[in-house]
Every structure is written in structure tokens, then in C-alpha cells.
């Protein structure tokens, strides 16, 4: 079997039999000048005492490098005044050289736009501008994509043209993670979550489709998989019934892709004991795939109690639906009737559009059954 190397590159130690470790330097002081330079717009001027000192200021890291050069570049202050508020916050502050710089970032933006950053600090990777105005509650995405563009011309984010999507420094994700009180992350977390569990639905009824339609889910899923994974890991820690009933939602959407998808074992096993809201529901079903219609329907009753309890609109909805079935295979095609127009009010009133449209089919379908039989 050849032999194959890996290049790990990490901020933290790691100990591992056979693990060559090489320590990556900041840069030259010749190069962190020339990056300040040519960043700054030339505000910052090569060889001079006031490059040398911003370099030395920001530890030559490129990450501080870049958001100091945008703050000179885009503030309408003195470089002397930034260098000045830089330095203090070095010295009398004792800051390390990235954070005391986006101190001075953020401390430049108008509010809300650094609470706005400091929010996307959640996002535990790349992410689209419809997530982002999820994050602010902000409806209108143009609005939100201004706030986005300000960011990256403050090289306080990164838009990656080759994905489509904005990339937050792992350094600022944990800066900005530090900066949210616990009622501000949980708030922007639910946010999170909520988005999510849209895009996590979204995939899933991509591939009930056929064609391009289920390659389409797929490369969601795939795109926004640790997105949904820190979704779930979230919501797992939260006790109240609305997480809950997120919770659920989300589970239900991601076990859609627990055979297509390269779960480990022990995520199987946590997303499965995640699902245990699901498993009456689940159970309703094997016992109806196997011809138990009467224990089909018992399981499903018990299902339907729970969600009604947490108040999950959209399981509710999906077992109503269910039951509708189960009374059709009993003969009962006035209560199968009923139970699908109570399922076609609950996905009606949640405006889950391609959910509405099979209730409607499911209850055309027995209501022609039901006039034949007359």
C-alpha cells in the first residue's frame, strides 16, 4: 500500500504517534508591510514608522493584517488617531494582536452592524445570504446583503465567489461568539435552528421528487450538513416543548438521509435516539406496512398525543394524515375522509405548499371512493 501524508494545520497542539510538528511563523516584517500597503490603499506607506509599527502592532498575523489595513482604508480618521487606538488597546488593554484588532473594527462599525457580525458568529461555517437575514430577523435579503457587503469591505468576512457563500475566520467566529450574552446566542441560535430546519425540509422533499429534482436535495444536505448537525446539537440541549417540536422537525427531515449520507455509527445512533418522539409514528407504519392496520392505528394514536402535547403543528399534520390511510384500509372512508381534511388545515395553516397538495389528492382520491361505493 503506497504511503500518503496529510498537512493538518491547527492552533492547537496535537499529540499523535508518528506527527511531525512544524511551527508556522507570523510574517516577515518586509511582507506584513507590503500587505498592509497594498490593503490600506496606500494610506499606510511602505518604510515608514507608521507601517513598521501597525505591523508590529497586529503580530504580522495576515488575519489582523487584513481588518486593520480595511479599518485604514475605509475610516475617515488619521492613521496616526487608528494607530493611537490600536496601540491602547494593546498596551493598557493587554489584548492580544487579533483581538485587539477587531476591537478596533467593530468598535468603527454603525449600530446594529456590529451586533449583526457579532450574531454571525453561530454559523460554524459557510453560509448564503438567506441564512444570514435569518440570523438578523431581517426580511428584506437586500437590506441584509448591504450589511454583508460592509462586513467583507471591513475584512471582518469573506465572500467565496467559487461557492456562492460568506466564510467567517474561525478567530472572528470565536470573537464574536464571546461577545453575544447567553440570551443573545440563544436567541440567535433558535434563529439558526428555525432557518435550518427549512432548508433541512426543503432537501428532503427534493428527493421524494424524481430526476434532477433528488440530485438537487441531495447537494443541499450535503452543503449544509454541519449547519444542520450544529442545528441538532443545539436544540438538544433545550428542554421546552417549542425546541422540541424544532427538534422533530429537524430529526424527521435529517433521517431522510441516513442511508444516502456518510453518518458514522455513533451519529446514527444519536440521531435515532433523537427521533423518540418519531417512533410511534415510525411503528404506526411498520405495522401498517405488515398489515396490522388495527396496532398501525393504535401506534399512531400515541404518536399524534405527543406531538399534540408539544405542539407540533407539522408531525401533527403528517400523522393525521397517516390515520386517514388507516381508516381507508379498515373500510371507514367517511372517517379516512376526515382525517385528511384535518391534515390539508394543518399543512394550510403551516403553508407547507407540496404537503397541502397531496392532502388535497389523498381526499379527492377517497372521495371519489366513497361515491362510488354509494
Not at 499606510?44 to 503580530?59: D, I, N, R, S, Y
Amino acid at each position: 500500500m503506497p504511503r500518503t501524508s496529510v498537512i493538518v494545520t491547527t492552533r492547537w497542539e496535537i499529540d499523535l504517534d508518528g506527527l511531525k510538528l512544524e511551527p508556522v511563523d507570523e510574517l516577515d516584517p518586509a511582507p506584513a508591510q507590503e500587505l498592509l500597503t497594498e490593503e490600506s490603499r496606500g494610506r499606510l506607506v511602505a518604510g515608514t514608522p507608521a507601517v513598521a509599527e501597525a505591523a508590529k502592532l497586529c503580530g504580522r498575523l495576515p488575519v489582523a493584517l487584513l481588518a486593520f489595513a480595511a479599518a485604514v482604508r475605509t475610516a475617515k480618521r488619521p492613521v496616526d488617531e487608528l494607530l493611537l487606538l490600536l496601540r491602547e488597546r494593546r498596551e493598557a488593554r493587554t489584548m492580544k494582536a487579533v483581538e485587539a484588532v477587531f476591537s478596533l473594527s467593530e468598535a468603527l462599525l454603525p449600530e446594529p452592524l456590529a451586533t449583526r457580525w457579532h450574531q454571525l458568529g453561530v454559523f460554524p461555517t459557510s453560509f448564503d445570504r438567506r441564512a444570514a437575514a435569518a440570523i438578523w430577523a431581517e426580511e428584506d435579503t437586500e437590506s441584509a446583503q448591504r450589511d454583508l457587503d460592509l462586513l467583507c469591505w471591513a475584512s471582518l468576512l469573506r465572500w467565496v465567489e467559487m461557492e456562492n457563500r460568506f466564510v467567517l475566520h474561525d478567530l472572528a467566529r470565536e470573537y464574536c461568539g464571546r461577545r453575544l450574552s447567553e440570551a443573545q446566542r440563544d436567541e440567535a441560535s433558535l434563529r439558526h435552528a428555525r432557518h435550518y430546519i427549512a432548508v433541512g425540509i426543503k432537501a428532503e422533499w427534493s428527493c421524494l421528487q424524481h430526476g434532477k429534482y433528488v440530485v438537487d436535495g441531495l447537494l443541499l444536505f450535503e452543503r449544509e450538513r454541519t449547519n444542520l448537525e450544529t442545528a441538532f446539537a443545539w436544540l438538544q440541549t433545550c428542554a421546552e416543548a417549542p425546541s422540541a417540536t424544532l427538534l422533530i422537525s429537524l430529526v424527521g427531515a435529517m433521517l431522510s438521509f441516513e442511508q444516502s449520507s456518510d453518518f458514522s455509527y455513533n451519529q446514527r445512533l444519536t440521531w435515532l435516539e433523537a427521533s423518540r418522539f418519531l417512533r410511534s409514528e415510525r411503528r404506526g407504519n411498520i405495522h401498517f406496512a405488515y398489515r396490522d392496520t388495527p396496532k398501525a392505528s393504535e401506534f399512531s394514536m400515541r404518536a399524534l398525543v405527543t406531538f399534540y402535547k408539544i405542539g407540533s403543528r407539522h408531525a401533527e399534520g403528517g400523522v393525521v394524515g397517516n390515520r386517514g390511510l388507516f381508516q381507508l384500509a379498515l373500510g371507514d372512508t367517511p372517517m379516512a375522509i376526515e382525517f385528511r381534511r384535518q391534515a390539508l388545515v394543518a399543512f394550510s395553516e403551516l403553508g407547507a405548499r407540496h404537503m397541502e397538495v397531496d392532502a388535497i389528492r389523498a381526499l379527492l382520491q377517497e372521495g371519489s371512493g366513497e361515491m362510488d361505493g354509494a
